[in-house]
Structure formats: C-alpha cells, structure tokens
C-alpha cells in the first residue's frame, strides 16, 4: 500500500483510467481542465495553512469548538 495520499490518489487515478470508458474520461478531463483554468484551487487550503474555527452544538444544543477535540489530555 502506498504511503501518501499523493502516491494512493495516483493509483487510484491509474486504476480509474483502466476501468473507465473512453468518452467518459475525456468528458471527466475536460471538466478537470475546466476547474483549473477557471482557477478554483487558488483559494484552498495549503500544507501549513491554518483550518478555520468550527463551532456546532453539542448533544444538548450547547456550543462546541471542534478543535477542542484536538487537544492533548
């Protein structure tokens, strides 16, 4: 099993073309083609970058900051 999420999104990208008809890959591509040229990656995330702050409500309804789950005990 591959190690990255790069090497495991290749492989899965490699098995998809295999099994995937030929118009259908092409109509997927030029979506692809389209997303990027119309720039939508511009604005995600990067290695690094900061999450924003995720407020939902807990059990009771209450407020609940997510990454609070993150903390060390």
Sequence with gaps: ???????????YRA??????????????????????????GRNAKQVGDLAPAIVLPDAHGRAFEVDRLLEVV
């Design 15 to 40: 098995g998809w073309m295999l099994r995937v008809p030929a118009d259908r890959r092409a109509a997927m591509e030029r979506h692809i083609a389209h997303l990027s040229e119309a720039g939508v």
């Design 1 to 11: 099993m591959s190690t990255t999420l790069s090497q495991q999104l290749e492989e």
